[in-house]
């Protein structure tokens, strides 16, 4: 896993002149230090809450981490650790968060209930168990783990592989599907069903790293999720109920297709797709505010490999029309980008060795 060594900026804020069409952003480091930043969140009073790989759930107080817990159990190895974390959009009523992190054991998907002055976390309920985990040559290799609440107000939790095989077409393995679930993580209606496990939504994945979701359901879609690919063709897939066409067997055989039209003419295709060398994608959202005036709506996507933001322009029946790069080299591997109550763009970024930050970006 490649660290960017770039020193940061002297001054914490900065402007990236429009190009492109997109308009002037300004930039500014709300807070530094951080190692392995995987996700960032917001509770109803605008209290960011994040999360770094090791294994500590922070919020953000006048300029400043402060840590809310520290999970005993975390397997921070490779990709593995700490992972995803959302908050439920009924905070208000029910106090709780959601986080993925890596046992030594399995992958899972955990609740806490917030404490009123968002000082510390208790009730911990683990809802999602036993998605897969890596530990053996590559520890923590595809543990892509990533919660949103849907506009459906079910939760949607897309995971990796654990670089196993047989796991994505695996109708009772989690690994490598987009799961929907409630909040005590029982199975939502209207997935897949059949022989899946009641939980999966769609299968065939190769290591789900982000989701995007609408306000509300268009053609049959919930949003979009991204995931890795071997040495090529990282895809952005719609979230559809199916086969996304994933299948690297016998053992672990990468030279397959991602998606594998040949063994699955059914397998839904992905909207994009990175061609002849992956890039990494990682976090995504759409962009959401008056403020961001012609880039309202467009997909933000965090690059890791690569090493920027890139926005998309999507037109009819979901088909790219643009492709905009953006902080190319400057922060690093960025892993997250997340649309805050203020209009504001949040980057998370992941070079590990306390380098790493959580920007906030906004049109000029």
Known sequence: MAD???????????????????????????????????????LPDSTALFTERSGTISKLSDGKKVALHTLPDVYARGEGGLLGLAVDPKFRE????????????????????????????????????????????YPGRHSGCRPRFGADGY?????????TGKNPQDPKSLGGKVLRTDRDGKAAPGNIGGEFDARIYSYGHRNVQGLAMYDHARDG???????????????INPLKPGNMGWNPVPLYNELVSMTDKKEFPDAIDPIWTSGESTIAPSGMTFIRGSRWRGLEGRLAMAVLKNKHVRILKLGKDSKVESEELLFTNK???IRSVV??????????????????????????
């Open 221 to 235: 879609s919930y949003g979009y999720s991204v995931e890795h690919g071997p040495d090529k063709d990282d895809e």
């Open 331 to 333: 922060y690093g591997r």
């Open 94 to 137: 029910n106090g709780f968060i959601y986080a993925c992190y890596s046992t030594e054991n399995d992958v899972r998907l955990s609740r806490w209930k917030v404490d009123a002055r968002v000082r510390s976390l208790s009730e911990k309920t683990d809802i999602v168990t036993g998605m897969p985990v890596n530990t053996t040559f």
């Open 155 to 163: 939760l949607w939790i897309g995971t990796g592989d654990a670089a």
């Open 339 to 364: 649309m805050g109550p203020d209009q504001a763009l949040y980057l998370t970024t992941d070079n590990g060795a306390g380098q790493d930050k959580i920007v906030k970006v906004v049109p000029r």
């Open 4 to 42: 960017d060594r770039r020193p940061a900026p002297d001054d914490a804020m900065n402007v990236q002149q429009g190009v492109g069409g997109v308009p002037t952003l300004v930039e500014e480091e709300i807070l530094g230090g951080l190692s392995n930043v995987w996700d960032v969140a917001f």
